[in-house]
């Protein structure tokens, strides 16, 4: 076929090709766009007069974008990319130019191209700004600003914002407008106290109200309940935020239905775990339905930590690896490498290397929480470890650089101050947690219980404290949190006679969990601190799997 199609002359080659083209159009399926777009494009190449080549460039781009539309309908963001880059090379109008980079921008984007999404937006706003069109100029610098924003720079957005709205604040009341306003109010997120968030979100949504522009709406409604549970409204916050994914469920909005999720499921991490671990499952199906790698990897982060705490570490290890060699973002990187520090780290692997490398990664982010997560990491291998002082000085630096970390690292730091005899440590992060008032939820609840259990044994009163376990054991129980109700069951023998009969019945139980999870330094320390106790042999006699061997 090459060597007969190479003897054809250019203007053959036009003419079959346009011959071709005109067949599958005369067709009308949309199976066929791609091998339409083909054709057109092959028609234009040939081609030899200036005049036909124009014309043929308009149906090459025509038929490209159809087929790039029909691509990204089927979950393809890759082959979108491609087809829209295509596109790009026939264009010449600039306002079709600065559309055809947005659409490209946004395929990149949802295919974790990052930083060829930014240039891909960068180069429409620059097309939108040269063609004096303000209000898709507008519109193109707001998703510009949300991509920095969503890779861990929202000083860089804010930048952006600032320098746009200095320019275009006059269409405040427009569409356009509104989309800067809630582009500005997600760029602000990240600040604390988020209060300029809030303003800027309900600026915007009082616009997108009245213009109907339900986008606008939901995203104004996340960011804002996003802002009131970090300014201790927890529950009127968590309000909007459900009702942000009803909402965009509702409009087919899959982008904002799944932050929606997310935040929920990061939340679920100290009311309700197992709920949390289900939504991140549910949400990864839907990301995965569209084939948007995006939506997927939102889901991760958050969905290991829920499944740490379940017990379902095999789950959680097996999706990380999945992620290991992706193409993805330093930001969500960072997040994920954390997740295997802590993971390797709970089953007595030496993380240290791992963690060291996400220092690198978050050189050029300014959203703090990346740097919470290093921290975060860095207290449970140190607890791992029995180093219990650098646990704890981890687990608050975590809290200090991102305050909404405390649900998850003020409990590492009580049991370390527990391990250690240390009742003013314990004291100390009680005294924090209880600060929080926006952090409400049965699992956090259970840790505070746990954690007066613990202080009360320190300060002599064992009965209460025998009473105060029993209450965090039945609580972890109902929440199904094997993970949680071992590491009850370590600091009751840490703190309590182990010889008691029903503190030697956690520690039978917590054995046999750990050994199923292979959480082998959790493992000794229990039974150094048991002394007595002798494993049952049931537990004793298992055959631990494949990949527990290999995690001692």
Known sequence: REVAYHTLARQDRKVRHLAAARFFEALGSDELAGALAGHYVAAHDNASEEAEAQALAG?????????????AALGAHDQALAFYRQAITVTTEPGDLADLHERAARAASIALHVDHAIELMTRAVELHRASRDRSREAGATADLAMMYADSGRPDDA??????????????AETEAGAQLMVAMARAYATADPPT???????????VAERLD???????????RGSALVRLNRAREGMILVRGSGGLAQAHGLLEAQTRSLTLQTFLAQWDDPRAGLEAA????????????????LLMVGNGVSCAIRVGDWDWAIKLLEEWSTAEIPDAARTELVADEAILEALRGIDPTTRIASIGSRTAGLSDPQYDSYRQSASA???????????????????????PYFGPMAWPIAIRAALWGNDGDGIRHALLKMSEGSSDHGAALSADIVTARAGLAAIEGRPAESLNLYREALRAWQALGLQWDQALCAIDMVASLDPAEPEVRAAAETARATLVGLGAAPFLERLDAMAGRIEPPRSVAAAEPSASQVAAR
């Open 59 to 71: 149906q090459a781009r025509l038929a490209l974008r159809g087929a790039a539309e029909r691509a």
């Open 158 to 171: 804010v930048v952006i914002l600032e320098r746009a709205w200095a320019e275009l604040s006059d269409l």
């Open 196 to 206: 300029q968030a809030i303003e800027w979100a309900e600026r915007a949504a009082v």
């Open 213 to 223: 522009v339900i986008d606008v709406i939901v995203r104004s409604l996340h960011v």
């Open 281 to 296: 499952r549910a949400g990864q199906q839907l990301a995965e339905r569209v084939g948007s790698r995006t939506l997927s």
């Open 380 to 402: 449970w291998a140190a607890l791992a470890a029995g180093r219990l002082d650098d646990a704890i000085a981890a687990a608050r630096a975590a809290v200090d650089t991102t």
